[in-house]
């Protein structure tokens, strides 16, 4: 239903457009790694895998289960709460891990939260969090890099302005762009494999902001 929704709803709100590496591949078990910049890029992000063919299993803040109407629907469809610094956070990589075995893609924000900026500029991914590495250490799952950019167009700022960008997007119709990079399988240490997986998702965030003319396409926010 998620990735339906986005599919009907981010058409309304933006221009969507999307593009991929020639190497790039969605294959069944894989896990999507992508830059989280607003409240409004994982339905962009939704929406662009469902023109490819793929309706992952997302890997969420638990605080979304506690929704009324939208927890009901990632419970029942399968999504995966991450409760953050406390002694569930483990039993999410336990689901993810048993949603890749049985084929699902599963989509991870690896930054582990939007970082706070009042702007609508774009900027690059901070420092990624243990999990996604974690992950794919466990499962051997390949990581498909994806990077958005256009999202904070949409939302971002405080609560008023995030509701007003929302409530005048679709009179203002911004644009909006994912790009799927390669898969790769990192390799090295926990943390060699982290900063790998950084720059791949850092290096497809670059590509999507240049497709809309972002000059900060070159900015690189410290960890």
Wanted: glycine share 10%; proline share 8%; net charge positive.
């Amino acid at each position: 239903m998620l990735s339906r929704l986005a599919h009907v709803l981010v058409p309304a709100a933006g221009r969507l457009t999307v593009s991929c590496d020639r190497e790039a591949a969605l294959a069944p078990g894989s896990i999507v790694a992508a830059n989280h910049t607003s409240l409004a890029d994982p339905a962009v992000v939704l929406a662009a895998l469902r023109r490819l063919g793929v309706q992952p299993v997302v890997m969420a803040a638990a605080g979304l289960w506690r929704v009324p109407l939208l927890g009901g629907a990632l419970a029942r469809e399968g999504h995966i709460p991450v409760h953050r610094g406390d002694r569930r956070a483990a039993r999410a990589l336990d689901l993810a891990a048993a949603a890749l075995d049985a084929g699902r893609v599963v989509l991870i924000y690896p930054e582990g939260g939007i970082p706070p900026r009042a702007d609508a500029a774009e900027a690059a991914p901070v420092a990624f969090r243990s999990g996604l590495v974690r992950l794919a250490e466990r499962t051997g799952a390949p990581v498909v890099p994806v990077g958005q950019a256009g999202a904070r167009r949409v939302m971002s700022g405080g609560g008023p302005q995030q509701l007003a960008g929302l409530l005048t997007a679709p009179a203002r119709r911004p644009r909006l762009h994912v790009h799927v990079g390669a898969p790769l399988t990192p390799a090295g240490d926990r943390a060699a494999r982290t900063v790998q997986a950084h720059a791949a998702v850092t290096e497809a965030w670059r590509t999507a902001a240049a497709r809309l003319g972002e000059p900060a396409a070159l900015t690189v926010l410290a960890a």
